[in-house]
T-cell receptor, first 111, second 114 residues
């Protein structure tokens, strides 16, 4: 069974600090998505990465897909209180559209 | 587009009662997914549809759960009879092409069974 492990589970930092969260699997990802979920709302898609070694940037967020496509990271530069939320990675079970989600990293950025 | 619309936002019901959750996907999205989220288990896929046809319902917990999609603009998730362990946030999501465009989630229905 493919499992997505995310670390750290919780992270509390001061505004302006940098941080990195991770998503790992024992299986190879065909593609991987990152979502952010705010309290009381559904997850919102941030990015999809497909190619091993791929790097995508979304303003202060940098997403990297591991060369072997078994891990991914999300780096936030100069975090802001608006970045607070639950960050989830998701990947499809091979050959299907059944997306499984990691357990998430709960980020709190203090002003 | 108004996005994925779920109703109700909150539902409190007594154990043994029937509960029906509703979802209106984004127009043109061929895929519809039902997820359940709890602190203990995170987001779990219950069932998904493609072109109104159920493709995989292996995540549905047991026979008490059923889902339908009578047309492209409406889906329901029904629990009968409900139990306290069904308490969770239930999300509906739709997609045009999940791999390339990901999902658009609704705001969820918070179900509490007492």
């Amino acid at each position: 069974t493919q499992l997505l492990e995310q670390s750290p589970q919780f992270l509390s930092i001061q505004e302006g600090e940098n941080l990195t969260v991770y998503c790992n699997s024992s299986s190879v990802f065909s593609s991987l998505q990152w979502y952010r979920q705010e309290p009381g709302e559904g997850p919102v898609l941030l990015v999809t990465v497909v190619t091993g070694g791929e790097v995508k940037k979304l303003k202060r967020l940098t997403f990297q897909f591991g060369d072997a496509r078994k891990d991914s990271s999300l780096h936030i530069t100069a975090a802001q209180p608006g970045d607070t939320g639950l960050y989830l990675c998701a990947s499809a079970i091979s050959g299907t559209y059944k997306y499984i989600f990691g357990t998430g990293t709960r980020l709190k950025v203090l002003a | 587009d108004a996005g994925v619309i779920q109703s109700p936002r909150h539902e409190v019901t007594e154990m043994g009662q029937e509960v029906t959750l509703r979802c209106k996907p984004i127009s043109g999205h061929d895929y519809l997914f039902w997820y359940r989220q709890t602190m203990m288990r995170g987001l779990e896929l219950l069932i998904y549809f493609n072109n109104n046809v159920p493709i995989d319902d292996s995540g549905m917990p047991e026979d008490r759960f059923s889902a339908k999609m009578p047309n492209a603009s409406f889906s329901t998730l029904k629990i009968q009879p409900s139990e306290p362990r069904d308490s969770a946030v239930y999300f509906c999501a739709s997609s045009f092409h999940p791999r390339d465009y990901g999902y658009t989630f609704g705001s969820g229905t918070r179900l509490t069974v007492v």
